[in-house]
């Protein structure tokens, strides 16, 4: 159990970077779920698209919105698939644009929202199509614009807050399928199905219920880690188990602070 100079076997964290059977399961899911492409439409007006189904995606919490858009070069249809907001329903109309008006499941720039807009799938950099406040019941909320500056701050799904640029995009109202963590998984069989269509990351056995040729923290008369759990960002793979690189270590007192600047 000691520091060790003796070589043990690969652990399970340097097994995991090799891929193989720790490879995430795509091949039912539907797609990369993301915002239009940033075009002239939602640059200086906007566009119309239907909701033509609302659908599960294996290993994602909240629900997907395929949404049928008319192409603005060429006689056919553009087909997207947005993370569906609460309410949305198939057959609705969504407008996507500048010139959109306010309602649930449309996609405007941030700054032309009022402040207290509750959004989600908001973009951090002008065009990345959807990147914070996806997952499931998330939301943000536009807090203050500077139009100056261009620059709006916006209130992150975990209260803390970032500035991004005023004409990032994000869809309207909060994100579908909240509540889901609520619901306690009483038995092992719930786990298993839902890590099934993720990846392989459980059942996951402890280091310290290990023999010490498996893992740093394994062996000894007793269950316990023998020493610090903390451990450095630039330690070798064989021996970074624990809290890396941890800013600060035991229980998180008191209430949260939110910087509000």
């Known amino acids: 159990k000691g520091g060790g100079g003796a070589m043990g076997r690969i652990i399970r964290g340097q097994r995991k970077g090799r891929g193989s059977v720790f490879t995430a399961n795509t091949h039912h899911r539907k797609g990369p779920a993301r915002l239009r492409t940033f075009d002239y439409a939602e640059r200086h007006g906007y566009i119309k698209g239907v909701i033509s189904e609302i659908c599960h995606d294996p290993?994602?919490?909240?629900?997907?919105?395929?949404?049928?858009?008319?192409?603005?070069?060429?006689?056919k249809h553009r087909k997207e698939r947005f993370i569906a907001a609460e309410g949305m329903y198939s057959g609705q109309f969504v407008y996507c644009g500048r010139k959109a008006v306010l309602a649930i499941g449309n996609v405007l720039p941030i700054g032309?929202?009022?402040?207290?807009?509750v959004i989600c799938n908001i973009e951090q950099k002008v065009g990345d199509r959807g990147s914070i406040a996806r997952a499931s019941g998330t939301y943000g909320l536009i807090v203050a614009h500077n139009p100056d500056l261009g620059i709006t701050r916006v209130k992150?799904?975990?209260?803390?807050?970032?500035?991004?640029?005023s004409s990032c995009r994000a869809m309207v109202g909060q994100i579908a399928g909240g509540g889901r963590t609520e619901k306690p998984m009483l038995k092992a069989g719930v786990s298993y199905h839902k890590y099934k269509v993720k990846r392989n990351c459980w059942p996951k056995v402890r280091g310290v219920a290990m023999?010490?040729?498996?893992?740093?923290?394994?062996?000894?008369?007793?269950?316990h880690i023998?020493?610090?759990?903390?451990?450095?960002?630039?330690?070798?793979?064989g021996r970074k188990v624990g809290l890396i690189a941890a800013r600060r270590t035991g229980q998180l007192k008191g209430?949260?602070?939110v910087d509000d600047k």
Do not use: C, W
């Not at 040729?213 to 062996?219: Q, Y």
């Open 156 to 165: 992150m799904p975990s209260g803390s807050k970032k500035i991004v640029p």
């Open 59 to 75: 290993g994602r919490g909240a629900p997907i919105a395929k949404v049928t858009f008319r192409d603005t070069l060429r006689y």
């Open 226 to 237: 023998g020493m610090p759990s903390t451990i450095k960002r630039h330690t070798p793979a």
């Open 255 to 257: 209430t949260q602070k």
């Open 211 to 223: 023999n010490p040729v498996e893992h740093p923290h394994g062996g000894g008369n007793h269950q």
């Open 112 to 117: 032309s929202m009022p402040e207290g807009t």
